[in-house]
């Protein structure tokens, strides 16, 4: 069974400095991964998403995560923090047949 | 543009009660999913749909039923509400021709059972 395990269930930062949000996953296949972000009272936005081309993705708002096979990871990054980044951040990965299992969320605190 | 809209956002039931909640996508989407979410969890999957008239179940679907009767329509029925389904309910649709990370969420349905 795949599973992704997010690693901190609360991260603070200042604004500007790094964000890291770690993810690592379980998969006995190839995995195709994803990093969502959800604001308060809000649904799911996708970020960005893995799928066996580039290791390191590129997704919306400046973030963007490596997948790295010898790790089983697939951390989110950040360089510089915004105020408008508190949000709740959830992995995933893709079981097949268009379903996802998420990882538990990790909530980034920005102070300024 | 209205994407996945979801109806109620709030209700509190007493536990016995039922009710449904609404889900419509104005996207012609064939992919249809209900998520619960809970406090320190991530999202799991309580039933999905592939098409009108086609539905199976997720990871957790007991004390839940579902129908397709139209492309556009995936409401969730409650039967029996117990405090254990107190959680924020997710709606979300995709297209045949996307993967499930393109799916377009709703701005979820917060249920208390007491």
């Known amino acids: 069974a795949q599973s992704v395990t997010q690693l901190g269930s609360h991260v603070s930062v200042s604004e500007g400095a790094l964000v890291l949000l770690r993810c690592n996953y379980s998969?006995?296949?190839?995995?195709?991964l994803f990093w969502y972000v959800q604001y308060p009272n809000q649904g799911l936005q996708l970020l960005l998403k893995?799928?066996?081309?580039?290791?390191l993705v590129k997704g919306i708002n400046g973030f963007e995560a490596e997948f790295k096979k010898s790790e089983t990871s697939f951390h989110l990054t950040k360089p510089s923090a915004h105020m408008s980044d508190a949000a709740e951040y959830f992995c995933?990965?893709?079981?097949?047949?268009?379903?996802?299992?998420f990882g538990t969320g990790t909530r980034l605190l920005v102070s300024p | 543009n209205a994407g996945v809209t979801q109806t109620p956002k709030f209700r509190i039931l007493k536990i016995g009660q039922s009710m449904t909640l609404q889900c419509t996508q104005d996207m012609n989407h064939n992919y249809m999913y209900w998520y619960r979410q809970d406090p320190g969890m991530g999202l799991k999957l309580i039933y999905y749909s592939v098409g009108a008239g086609i539905t199976d179940k997720g990871e957790v679907p007991n004390g839940y039923n579902v129908s397709r009767s139209t492309t556009e329509d995936f409401p969730l029925r409650l039967e029996l509400a117990a405090p254990s389904q107190t959680s924020v309910y997710f709606c979300?649709?995709?297209?045949?021709?996307?993967?499930?990370?393109?799916?377009?969420f709703g701005q979820g349905t917060r249920l208390t059972v007491v």
């Open positions: 998969s006995s296949v190839p995995p195709y």
């Open positions: 893995y799928t066996s081309a580039a290791t």
């Open positions: 995933a990965v893709s079981t097949g047949f268009q379903k996802l299992v």
């Open positions: 979300a649709s995709s297209s045949l021709s996307g993967t499930p990370e393109d799916a377009f």
